[in-house]
């Protein structure tokens, strides 16, 4: 069957969700743009109004579209996805979308561990860590600041290592193989430096993962992930 042919085989309703996902996706309309109103799609594609509403009803159940009563319909915010059973590569979770990554390092550090952190990490006060802060871009948007402590005695090169082209946990993944990782989420007010890096409003929510990992029987980093709670969700199945 060749192309045309499967276009006339494809429901009317199908193809209006096709166009309208296709213009979404070349950037013709963005994110809280409004769309052509269904009036305006009932003339353009000559179909009747139920067929061009069951569309944009099913691409806004699909959380594509967003719509408000009395002003139109809207490209919805996109909340990007971390899965919580594997720990991945915020890089590699980006790319699997089809999506660019990059990352800007904010600070690369060594330090002394404070009580609490020498307490976390398992060491004496005073102890030597790394620290490093990265903030995450999902095609130019950020969408995560990682802070993040390192044992050196588990990563000694980390504070080698180029954070523009290898993510920490690509580089923890091979240096410190993980042994096992506990972690925890919970929903915060982002502080000033934090939301200033994520270009988000301090009075909104952020998603916020903690998470500490082992290696060898020693704790290898522990991180603090924030995320803005409008434009990311955590995922996750079990077979």
Not at 120 to 146: R, T
Request: proline content about 5%; aromatic content about 8%.
């Amino acid at each position: 069957m060749n192309e045309l042919s499967a276009q006339e085989h494809t429901p009317i309703f199908q193809r209006i969700k096709d166009y309208l996902l296709e213009q979404i996706a070349a950037g013709t309309w963005k994110e809280g743009d409004v769309i052509p109103s269904e009036q305006a799609l009932v003339k353009q594609f000559g179909v009747s109004r139920m067929t061009v509403n069951r569309a944009v009803r099913e691409l806004t159940s699909e959380q594509i579209l967003t719509r408000r009563q009395g002003a139109g319909t809207y490209v919805a915010q996109q909340k990007y996805q971390a899965t919580l059973l594997e720990i991945k590569s915020i890089a590699d979770e980006i790319r699997a979308r089809g999506h660019a990554h990059r990352s800007s390092l904010q600070q690369l550090e060594r330090s002394k561990a404070s009580e609490l952190l020498a307490k976390q990490f398992e060491l004496a006060p005073g102890h030597a860590l790394f620290h490093s802060i990265i903030v995450h871009f999902e095609n130019g948007v950020p969408i995560q600041v990682e802070d993040r402590w390192v044992n050196p005695l588990c990563a000694p090169d980390y504070m080698e290592q180029d954070f523009a082209n290898v993510t920490p946990n690509e580089y923890l993944m091979a240096a410190a193989p993980l042994q096992g990782a506990t972690y925890s989420i919970e929903a915060l007010a982002a502080p000033r430096d934090i939301a200033d890096m994520l270009a988000i409003d301090m009075r909104q929510p952020c998603l916020v993962l903690k998470r500490q990992t082992r290696s060898n029987g020693q704790v290898a980093s522990i991180a603090t992930m924030w995320h803005p709670g409008h434009r990311y969700q955590f995922a996750g199945s079990f077979a």
